[in-house]
């Protein structure tokens, strides 16, 4: 019998009216034709729900059915989820499995109603009823959330552990807490339950052991010493799994037995070390053996049939989550070589899939400790399929697999070959292979920087506008640290703007190594002062206006490194089209220059203009920058050992870094300092220790008024030595317009003993989410140190009590005329500590919001309501509170006419519980 969706819907009962309304909608010739008929069904049923006379459950389910199908076409439907709603009541299963439909589909866990459909779900969850409890946890698994996580949560890690639930029950309760995993671990009391859950591992049902590994994974990922003991039932499951110790005719699919369980045990084990005792490690061992032996395997099938592609698919899965396995442990060179040389057939597999899957795995192997000799066997391969590969992305995985095998020996070879890849790469990958090669070739230079200049240089050319500026800011740091190279990189960048077709990448780095060296390379005729100077003005034309500003600083390097050109370059930049450029920072820096080129004292712009000090940067950015843009894994839903491989990568940070390059003692840098250890307590409070050590001792006290606040600052030095050069400035991070500061001047020395203060005045223009900055810099013992101060100044300070009192009628009229999301914020969280009334009532005062009283029928709940101040406008706001004693959980719920506002206001409230 063939089976159709809204077979699948109607189930047994044949809703003849919904079949015609089907296929009328197909049998549509048009979008207008079939907009127009949906448009009268809708009619039709929005009638159907407002006339007085009762429809029965048969009635009212064919309507929501007929609803959910239109919603699926991709129109709104703005009606019917009370009625849906309704049907969750029903004690008719067909019309419960309606009614749970429609709110999976068309409801969310922002909706007005979803509190109804909570009930309803909580109270289906304590049913005897087997099915009702399925069909709660069905809709929990694809619409749970906070507050569905609150109400529900308990219940479901209940059933999920219990003893007497049914193992259909299990199975999709492990899907439901999943789901609420999710989206609310703060709301689930995970580590009461880890031992319990950890046995659904032992579970004889496959499909709750299944069902609960996708669970512990994920929760592992988080805790992961409370499921440590999952390691040795996962390993004596896999060991049955493939060694043939159970019976899963039930689960074997093409032959393979049960490969998504398989496959969820080893992403499982990926989160853990190698196992310590001896019968684990056994059976682990033997279980490894046996999966990477059965991809070579091929089974015999009875009447001559041919296998099926699905059986090597599943099998093929399993084998290379198995090599992730393998590659995370690193402790087994036989495992890992057996791998290798599996993968290495796989290389030359007419499929295209399974010579992707063997790069992409022996990219993650080739950085193991035993494996790599391994896969450089197989180098003449990779570069076979880098060089003759069609497809992209497998030549993506070839270049993932040469990065990872590169050393100091191979370097040249796979940089040469990389950079004659990128001349027909794609286009997608081309900033990838860029970011790649750059940072092997600085990585492996060694001492040969002439070789890395050539290699750089040579990049920029071929790679042109797919080159980021990470890459040649780069290049320049190594040129100005390294000595010895700064002869031949001039030289070099010299010829490369002999061309006027160059690219601007290549200006801009040799403007500023001219403009820094050029004089290294002024004894030869073909690369004279004057020869520079016409260089860059050869491209300043043809470059956009950052390059053209670079290129004014060079002009003003050169003049200042050879005095005999001084009064050329002077009388060039006092062209018009410099001194009055359109562009103002262009016409700026003119400005200045010829004033400082003019000035009397020579020594001034000889002390301006002197040749820059070496980088003391600790890291380079390139391979931050390679971390956006890599394609060796996955996101979140990847492999957990290719994941694990690359956070490992990004430690390398420090090998490529300047310092390591640098032939010239580089300079003490600057200690930079948060107050975020002292920030907590002015959420609630205007007055305390901004911060302190044992120099520094730094106080606040402020005050608000409407849209107004002034703050007081206190330095005081605690120490025996003298606090010199002391500055201020604050600033607001994410919405710099939202505030306007007057910051008085402070005093630049600060003597042991004493105290100064700072004053700061505010006044708010719109709404911000993070306080404003204060940026103090200061030098103690020839130590500079940057204080970065948050000042409590947060948006809840700018609340006024209103201005006559508020009664429940008044209150809920507002209440209903803001309405609900966005402008509606709730939030459901765990309490930090055990629930006091009066503590909570005080908390939410001191926030800023008065309460109201006799608003409530419920007297542990509070009101409040305030005004938002700003200079020219105010917004109200209404809140209520609803603390769960016995759950130790609170309910806040805001509301103002700013949707941003409320999202900001509830999320400062809401860190205060």
């Not at 037995?257 to 499982?268: A, E, F, G, M, V």
């Not at 990065?403 to 990389?418: F, M, P, S």
């Not at 309490?831 to 006799?854: C, K, Y």
Request: net charge neutral.
């Amino acid at each position: 019998k063939k089976v159709t969706v809204t077979s699948c819907i109607m189930g047994k009962e044949d809703m003849k009216g919904l079949q015609h309304f089907i296929a009328e909608i197909r049998a549509c010739g048009s979008a207008e034709g079939e907009l127009k008929r949906i448009n009268k069904e809708l009619a039709n049923i929005r009638g159907k729900f407002g006339d007085k006379k009762a429809l029965n459950g048969y009635q009212k389910k064919k309507y929501i059915c007929k609803l959910v199908y239109i919603f699926l076409l991709g129109h709104d439907i703005e009606f019917g989820h009370l009625e849906a709603i309704n049907l969750l009541a029903s004690s008719q299963y067909s019309e419960k499995q309606m009614g749970y439909l429609f709110v999976s589909v068309m409801m969310t866990e922002g909706h007005d109603l979803m509190g109804m459909a909570i009930q309803a779900m909580k109270n289906d969850l304590k049913s005897r009823s087997e099915l009702n409890v399925c069909l709660a946890l069905h809709c929990i698994a694809n619409v749970g959330g906070k507050e569905t996580a609150a109400e529900c949560g308990n219940l479901v890690q209940r059933l999920l552990v219990s003893d007497e639930a049914p193992n259909s029950v299990k199975k999709k309760a492990s899907l439901a807490m999943l789901r609420l995993y999710r989206e609310a671990p703060d709301q689930l009391a995970i580590g009461e339950f880890s031992s319990r859950f950890i046995q659904l591992l032992a579970s004889p049902d496959s499909g709750v052991v299944t069902s609960a590994a996708s669970f512990l994974t994920t929760v592992a990922a988080d805790n992961k010493d409370e499921f440590k003991g999952a390691v040795k039932h996962a390993i004596t499951r896999l060991h049955r799994i493939v060694l043939g110790g159970d019976d899963m005719s039930d689960y074997t699919y093409y032959h393979i037995p049960s490969p998504w369980l398989t496959i969820k045990l080893l992403r499982l084990l990926q989160l853990y070390p190698y196992p310590e005792d001896d019968a684990s490690v056994g059976r682990l061992n033997d279980t490894l053996s046996g999966l990477l032996s059965r991809v070579k395997e091929i089974p015999r099938l009875r009447d001559g049939k041919r296998v099926r592609v699905q059986y090597f698919n599943v099998n093929h899965a399993c084998f290379v989550e198995a090599v992730n396995l393998i590659a995370h442990y690193d402790n087994s060179a036989d495992l890992q070589i057996q791998a290798c040389t599996i993968l290495g057939d796989f290389l030359i597999h007419k499929e295209v899939n399974m010579r992707f899957l063997a790069l992409e795995s022996l990219s993650i192997m080739a950085g193991t400790k035993f494996s790599k000799k391994a896969v450089k066997k197989h180098m003449a391969t990779i570069q076979r399929a880098l060089r003759d590969e069609s497809d992209s992305t497998v030549q993506r995985r070839a270049v993932d697999v040469l990065y990872a095998l590169c050393d100091e020996d191979l370097v040249q070879d796979v940089v040469k070959q990389l950079l004659s890849f990128l001349r027909r790469a794609d286009y997608t990958i081309r900033e990838e292979l860029v970011l790649k090669i750059a940072i092997l070739s600085e990585r492996f230079v060694g001492e040969n920087y002439t070789w890395y200049v050539d290699v750089m240089m040579q990049l920029i050319k071929d790679a042109g506008d797919h080159v980021p500026p990470e890459v040649w800011y780069r290049v320049i740091q190594v040129v100005v640290n390294r000595q010895d190279v700064q002869d031949y990189a001039t030289k070099i960048c010299f010829e490369a703007l002999l061309d006027p077709a160059v690219h601007e990448t290549v200006v801009n780095i040799g403007g500023y190594v001219l403009g820094e060296f050029g004089h290294l390379i002024a004894n030869d005729t073909n690369s004279s002062p004057s020869k520079q100077v016409e260089i860059i003005q050869m491209h300043y034309p043809m470059v956009d206006t950052s390059t053209r500003a670079l290129l004014l600083t060079t002009y003003v390097k050169l003049a200042n490194l050879f005095p005999e050109i001084k009064p050329h370059i002077v009388q060039l930049l006092k062209a018009n089209h410099f001194l009055k450029s359109s562009d103002a920072e262009l016409q700026q820096r003119a400005n200045e220059y010829v004033t400082l080129l003019t000035v009397p004292n020579a020594d001034v712009s000889v002390s301006v203009l002197e040749e820059m000090p070496p980088f003391t940067d600790k890291q380079t950015t390139l391979l931050q920058r390679l971390e956006l843009k890599r394609t060796t894994v996955t996101d979140e839903t990847g492999s957990v050992a290719a994941r694990k491989r690359q956070v490992g990568k990004s430690v390398e940070l420090g090998e490529v870094s300047a310092v390591a390059h640098s032939a010239v003692a580089s300079k003490t840098e600057a200690t930079t300092i948060n107050n975020d250890a002292f920030f907590e307590p002015f959420y609630l409070a205007n007055d305390g220790v901004l911060y302190q050590n044992q120099v520094l001792q730094i106080g606040v006290k402020a005050e608000f008024h409407s849209s107004l606040g002034r703050v007081s600052v206190y330095f005081g030095n605690l120490g025996s030595t003298p606090i010199t050069s002391l500055s201020t400035r604050a600033y607001l991070p994410n919405y710099p317009d939202a505030l306007s500061m007057d910051v008085h001047e402070i005093e630049s020395t600060l003597a042991p003993g004493v105290q100064l203060k700072q004053q700061v005045n505010v006044e708010c223009l719109s709404y911000f989410d993070d306080p404003p900055v204060l940026e103090v810099t200061l030098t103690y013992q020839q130590r500079v140190v940057v204080l970065l101060l948050k000042l409590p100044i947060l948006l809840n300070k700018f609340f006024e009590p209103l201005a006559t009192p508020m009664d429940a009628q008044t209150f809920f009229k507002k209440w209903a005329q803001l309405g609900g999301p966005p402008r509606e914020v709730r939030q459901v969280i765990k309490a930090r500590d055990a629930i006091v009334v009066e503590e909570m009532r005080e908390r939410v005062t001191n926030f800023g919001l008065p309460l109201l009283h006799h608003i409530d029928p419920k007297p542990q709940n509070v009101v409040s309501a305030g005004i938002l101040h700003f200079k020219n406008s105010q917004i109200g706001a209404l809140l209520r509170v609803e603390p769960n004693l016995d759950a130790e959980m609170y309910r806040f719920t805001l509301r103002t006419s700013n949707d941003a506002v409320s999202t900001i206001i509830a999320n400062l409230l809401v860190a205060n519980f």
